[in-house]
């Protein structure tokens, strides 16, 4: 039997401290096939961004199990983590989270480099390319646009051909055009790898877009959707 893409079993957890702890996943449970893409929709508080953080390995659970491609996360110490997000995990977040002193080439190069990889910078310029930034290699972020700031960002999440891609409202801070830009490079790029994708959004159309929406609601998931046959085939 094929392992799910990602499988979450019973996640609990809680963050903050003392008197202001609180108890955001209440026993979690869910498995993503392979290759599918997946939103966490849900209003603000709802533990989307949370359980989003605890499939990546960024937040570790105060019970349950998260496992990644049937690897479990929960049996790895933090520099296992690391070495394992950096070839399995690409992540886009809402704020960028590029390093400011760096060209975009060399953003996207990073993790490949950080991962030994002898041709770095190499697939750092296709990966530009492949998000249409090619003649931007040298610029540094604050000469960049907020949706060109993005396509590097999405650009050094796919580098290393991870199996699994992770965003965080990948289009909060971008306007309704360059937003709609970015999406469609995103679900291009994951359908062209082949990986997996999971994205926390607001946008009820952005959700729409994937093959199953799962809701959450103080903690839990209250129901799923999945597209139609006529509405993936459009």
């Known amino acids: ?17 003392g008197a202001a702890r609180v108890h955001i996943l209440k026993g979690v449970s869910l498995e993503i ?36 491609d049937g690897i479990k996360l929960d049996d790895m110490n933090e520099d296992e983590l690391a070495k394992f997000r950096g070839s399995r995990v690409g992540i886009v977040f809402q704020s960028f989270h ?62 290393p051909n991870p199996a699994l891609l992770i965003a965080d409202e990948p289009t909060g801070n971008l306007d309704s055009d360059t937003g709609r830009d970015i999406v469609d490079m995103i679900f291009r790029l994951q359908r062209e790898k082949g990986a997996t994708l999971v994205l926390v959004t607001h946008d009820a159309g952005l959700a729409a877009q994937c093959d199953r929406t799962i809701h959450l609601k103080s903690g839990l998931i209250e129901r799923e959707s999945s597209r139609t046959l006529s509405q993936a085939a459009q």
């Not at 480099?113 to 604050?142: C, M, N, T």
């Open 98 to 159: 590029l390093i400011p002193t760096m060209t975009a080439l060399e953003n996207v190069a990073v993790p490949l480099e950080l991962a030994g990889a002898p041709d770095a910078f190499e697939r750092a310029r296709a990966e530009l390319k492949a998000v249409g930034l090619g003649a931007r290699e040298s610029h540094y972020p604050a000469q960049l646009s907020g949706g060109e700031q993005q396509r590097v960002a999405l650009a050094r999440a796919l580098a």
């Open 1 to 17: 039997m094929v392992a799910a893409a990602i499988e979450v079993k019973g996640v609990h957890l809680s963050l903050g401290r």
């Open 33 to 68: 096939a392979r290759g599918k893409a997946v939103g966490l929709v849900g209003p603000s508080g709802s533990g989307k961004s949370t359980l989003l953080m605890t499939i990546a390995g960024l937040e570790r659970p105060d019970s349950g199990s998260v496992a990644i």
